[in-house]
């Protein structure tokens, strides 16, 4: 070899001639991953990965076969990551350089490293030592030593430095993506966004909301509001740390949270707010409200919304969403929780570039009492962590306020409640008033009959099934246009069009009946007289509550009938949850908005599910996040028989992803079904699938429960369209059965259980 300088990272991209030098994508990627680690502390350690985690390629036998495939574009198949892996291992990172040997392929669990990249060391020891030759002149100001760069607090507790350890692999590997994409695209420099100055966007935020509510005149509900905003900005001035928005529902919780997080972000110089809620409805709904009140026209976008169905094909923001949604190099992100905390414990470069951008940032948790109960005890270790070691704040919001403080990983946590007073609060918005139906037990059609009695009503039942048996007995007597439906057997384009249409006819005052599923509870804006709900989880019930005499406008208060149905079915896990609810709340007992009933539920709850038993799953994700297990945490332990990884063990937000069914016959035109039908077809016969065809699926897309494949007949119903010949788990599918106007996918009703 001619020296360092005739040693390349990558050869040319297509139609260019520029090598892409090793020397300078080390130097490069090093500085980028020390401007992304310096807010957290890590600016030294993340440099020095970057430094070594190519130095491998400097081997002549790299360098040969890199220009042997220059003008294929192929792979060079050659191992580059060992060699810096050992370099950082020996010189004192231990663990850390765990980041340099999964900067391509993920993080591996740590006790196996030592052994992994020795075993690759040994296949090429000419490789080695033409490397090692090239190291003096690649880094000549490399130490000796590197451990005194990691910080003692990191090296104290194992679970401050696996955190350290996802936040500097993140740095890593996305300053890496970021300067090899500026290779291949011609740029003089990585693409990095500015820094925003949260200044200008609150003063903009306050104006523009001033603007939207000025003529709508004063209501109690709207002075109320008004005070809890003024309250979030109040305490947005404090000291960076955990804080608590128990404001009932309709309070404006998504006008005082953003404002909280903007004003807090300005006041502490944080680098950014991510806003993350359960369900995809609130995603949408929310990241609409924020760019009505950040986005500036002729200026580059302030809100990035990242989820599954977000549309990255616009031609005007598309570009700069996809690139932001990557690693979230943007101001103002709204996501869902199983992206955010999904990717905070994933272990592959995709998912983790984005990870670093946690730290320094402000974290608002919209409906927080959605987050699942088995995986509460990592989710809320890591905040802890975010919150004590690596500048975040945490914002926790929720009309129904969950006692995370009673659980060892939240314990001891200060916490500032964004309201003074937050059960004088409770009690002025208080909307409604509660009747039991729970002795004797009502039929769904009893229900159903109350509920046509009214004027406008909404029933809110816990299955599938039982929304289509309300719905069923309100068709054969409502006059048309008068009774709708709700539940995930219908695609969500065809949801929007109910619920477009439902707030349309209550605007006008006019009659209309509507039956769904818990879809409806969190965070969709309707507002009815009168609601029925089954007998659910205490929080289901107090946010169904919130769909009643939602704007304060009913003298008398709105009514919420609490009803347990003989002939009724619930999810298999709602037994225990509804039984912590019987116990606390009822005739003679609370009503779903008593505090400190609510406090007694959660933490009977808690106690029940075992959360802080040592073979609770929480607690094994725990147990593998101390021994910095990384594969263990994302994919599970390896079970001895198998010699596979046990996935119900892994960290996963959702138990059950479900068959992806596409229903063409959702669309609201014969037009439109011809043309998704069409993309179906594209789909099936295209060698590589279009993301962007994905997409535009994605709105005519439901979920079966897989057990339904084990039923009679439901596999002809279903043709796949990706992922293989066959219907299973994983695979996109196409519904060729029946789809109902009103309902949606029409199956057997002997197989209606198994709808998610």
């Known amino acids: 070899m001619a020296g360092?300088?005739?040693?390349w990272a990558h050869s040319p991209a297509p139609g260019r001639t520029r090598w892409h030098s090793l020397a300078e994508h080390l130097r490069s990627t090093a500085e980028l991953a020390r401007r992304f680690a310096v807010p957290f502390g890590g600016g030294d350690v993340a440099y020095w990965l970057g430094a070594l985690h190519d130095v491998g390629k400097a081997a002549c036998a790299w360098q040969d076969k890199l220009a042997a495939v220059a003008s294929t574009g192929g792979p060079v198949g050659i191992d580059h990551k060992s060699l810096g892996t050992r370099v950082a291992y020996d010189r004192g990172l231990g663990g850390f350089a765990g980041a340099v040997f999964g900067h391509h392929g993920g993080l591996i669990d740590t006790p196996s490293?030592?052994?992994?990249?020795?075993?690759?060391?040994?296949?090429?020891?000419?490789?080695?030592?033409s490397a090692e030759r090239e190291l003096p002149g690649l880094l000549p100001d490399l130490p000796g030593r590197l451990d005194h760069m990691v910080p003692a607090h990191w090296r104290a507790d194992p679970l401050v430095g696996e955190m350290a350890l996802r936040l500097c692999y993140s740095a890593l590997v996305d300053a890496d993506s970021l300067d090899t994409s500026a290779h291949f695209q011609g740029l003089a420099n990585p693409r990095v966004g500015p820094d925003v100055d949260f200044g200008h966007l609150y003063k903009l935020f306050e104006q523009r909301r001033s603007d939207a509510l000025a003529g709508r005149g004063g209501t109690p509900v709207g002075r109320l509001r008004e005070q809890v905003y003024a309250d979030c900005l109040s305490a947005a001035e404090r000291d960076r740390g955990v804080f608590r928005l128990g404001a009932p529902t309709g309070a404006g919780k998504t006008l005082a949270s953003g404002g909280f997080a903007l004003r807090h972000a300005e006041t502490h110089g944080l680098r950014r707010v991510i806003v993350a809620v359960p369900f995809l409805t609130i995603t949408e709904q929310n990241a609409a409200v924020y760019r009505r009140l950040l986005n500036e026209d002729g200026a580059e976008p302030v809100v990035l919304e990242h989820h599954s169905q977000a549309d990255f094909d616009d031609p005007e923001a598309g570009r700069w969403a996809r690139l932001a949604a990557e690693n979230w190099d943007a101001p103002f992100v709204v996501t869902t929780f199983v992206r955010l905390f999904e990717s905070l414990?994933?272990?592959k470069p995709s998912a983790m570039r984005r990870v670093h951008r946690l730290a320094n940032s402000v974290i608002v948790l919209d409906e927080v009492q959605a987050l699942p109960h088995a995986m509460l005890a990592p989710i809320l270790d890591g905040l802890r962590l975010l919150v004590r070691h690596f500048g975040a704040s945490v914002l926790l919001s929720s009309a129904t306020q969950p006692s995370f403080w009673a659980l060892d990983e939240f314990k001891g946590m200060p916490c500032t409640d964004l309201i003074h007073d937050t059960p004088k609060l409770v009690s002025d918005l208080r909307r409604v008033r509660y009747e039991w139906q729970l002795d004797p037990k009502p039929t769904l059609a009893g229900i159903a009959d109350q509920a046509a009695s009214e004027p406008a009503a909404l029933v809110v039942v816990n299955t599938t099934a039982d929304a289509k048996a309300v719905f069923d007995h309100w068709r054969a007597a409502a006059p048309d246009g008068v009774a709708w439906h709700l539940s995930t057997r219908m695609c969500p384009d065809h949801r929007r069009r109910v619920?477009?249409?439902?707030?349309a006819r209550l605007g006008r005052g006019e009659p209309v009946?509507?039956?769904?599923?818990?879809?409806?509870?969190?965070?969709?804006?309707?507002?009815?007289p009168v609601v029925f709900r089954a007998m659910a989880p205490a929080d289901s019930l107090l946010q169904a509550a919130g769909r009643a005499n939602r704007e304060g406008r009913m003298a008398e208060g709105g009514r919420v009938v609490v009803f347990a149905s003989e002939d009724g079915g619930q999810p298999p896990t709602y037994k225990t949850l509804v039984g912590c609810t019987g116990r606390q709340f009822g005739p003679d007992k609370a009503d779903p908005d008593d505090l400190t009933a609510l406090g007694r539920y959660y933490r009977n709850v808690y106690d029940l599910l075992n959360i802080a038993d040592s073979q609770h799953v929480g607690q094994r994700i725990q147990q593998a996040r101390r021994r910095w297990e990384f594969e263990t945490v994302a994919e599970g332990p390896m079970d001895a028989s198998t010699k596979r990884r046990d996935r119900k063990l892994a960290f996963r937000m959702i138990n059950d992803d479900g068959i992806s069914v596409v229903t063409p016959q959702g669309a609201e035109t014969p037009q439109l079904r011809r043309e998704l039908e069409q993309l179906v077809e594209d789909l099936r016969q295209a060698p590589v699938p279009d993301?962007?065809?994905?997409?535009?699926?994605?709105?005519?897309?439901?979920?079966?429960?897989?057990?339904?494949?084990?039923?009679?007949?439901?596999?002809?119903?279903?043709?796949?369209?990706?992922?293989?010949?066959?219907?299973?788990?994983?695979?996109?599918?196409?519904?060729?059965g029946e789809y109902d106007d009103a309902t949606g996918i029409n199956i057997d009703p002997n197989l209606e259980q198994f709808l998610l």
């Open 4 to 7: 360092v300088s005739s040693l």
């Open 113 to 129: 490293l030592r052994d992994a990249f020795r075993k690759r060391l040994a296949d090429a020891p000419g490789n080695v030592a």
């Open 345 to 347: 414990y994933a272990r």
């Open 499 to 503: 619920l477009e249409t439902v707030r």
């Open 513 to 528: 009946l509507l039956v769904a599923t818990q879809l409806i509870e969190a965070g969709v804006d309707v507002d009815f």
């Open 691 to 736: 993301l962007a065809k994905l997409r535009r699926l994605q709105a005519f897309t439901t979920n079966l429960h897989p057990s339904a494949l084990r039923r009679p007949g439901v596999m002809a119903l279903m043709r796949p369209i990706l992922g293989g010949n066959e219907v299973r788990r994983g695979v996109l599918v196409e519904w060729v």
